[in-house]
């Protein structure tokens, strides 16, 4: 992390924001590039400050998240959590149309167990339907796992690179604080809004190109008319 820290103070290291603002504008754009391009961005933060922040965004940008503990073979055993996000769907189906309440009071308690483990487990992402286009890990020396399943699957890692972790296997480093629940709020928020502005500009173009495609015979209609 040399080339990104600026200096030291009181034996702490102090990074650089140009360099962290011009490599988080960069990460942002390829952001907003894949969420245009209807590309799935998980959100991983499982670190207990960055739980509930990473979870509450990635809800408000509507992307899978992992926010407890990354599973091994998350990304590269997909087939496998499918089975289970399977189970969990089929579990929460039950409880919908009532048949959960005809199980005994024993068969009910395990029942329960079972789905609080799943949801803690997977709940953020099971309405993924594949593997993800790429991945945004806040604290990189946190999810050595996530990421190496990324790599192997050539995955893009956009991840939060403090100055006390190697930005070895990430592919958009943005270096900053993964400590400050204030600075992993800032980069969660970001990259949320990029996602929502990249969906909403595609949005913008296909609208565009559907008025240039129809020419005069394009009519705006007023529905107050």
């Known amino acids: 992390m040399a080339p990104f820290i600026f200096g030291h103070r009181n034996k702490i290291h102090i990074i650089n924001l140009e360099k962290t603002m011009e490599l988080y ?3 942002m754009k390829t952001v907003r ?5 209807r590309g799935t961005i998980l959100m991983v933060g499982t670190k207990r400050q960055a739980r509930d922040i990473v ?4 809800q408000r940008a509507g992307v899978p998240y ?3 503990r990354w599973l091994g073979g998350m990304l590269t055993n997909f087939k496998t959590i499918k089975t289970s996000i399977k ?3 089929d579990m929460e189906a039950q409880i919908a149309d009532g048949s959960v309440e005809k199980l005994t009071k024993k068969d009910a308690l395990l029942f329960s167990r079972e789905m ?10 099971k309405d993924m339907g594949g593997v993800p286009d790429a991945i945004f890990v806040i604290d990189v020396g946190y999810h050595k796992g996530a990421i190496t399943e990324a790599q192997k699957l050539g995955i893009p890692v956009i991840g939060i690179v403090d100055t006390n972790h190697s930005p070895a296997g990430v592919t958009h480093v943005i270096p900053g604080n993964d400590d400050s629940s204030k600075a992993i709020s800032l980069y969660a928020r970001g990259v949320a809004d990029a996602i929502l502005e990249g969906r909403a500009n595609a949005s913008t173009e296909v609208l565009e190109s559907i008025k240039t495609a129809a020419g005069d015979e394009f009519v705006e209609v007023n529905e107050q008319a």
């Open 25 to 27: 504008q960069e990460a």
């Open 33 to 37: 590039q894949l969420s245009a391009n």
């Open 55 to 58: 979870a509450a965004e990635a």
């Open 66 to 68: 992992v926010d407890q």
């Open 87 to 89: 189970r969990l769907k």
């Open 116 to 125: 609080e483990k799943l949801q803690k487990s997977i709940g953020g992402i």
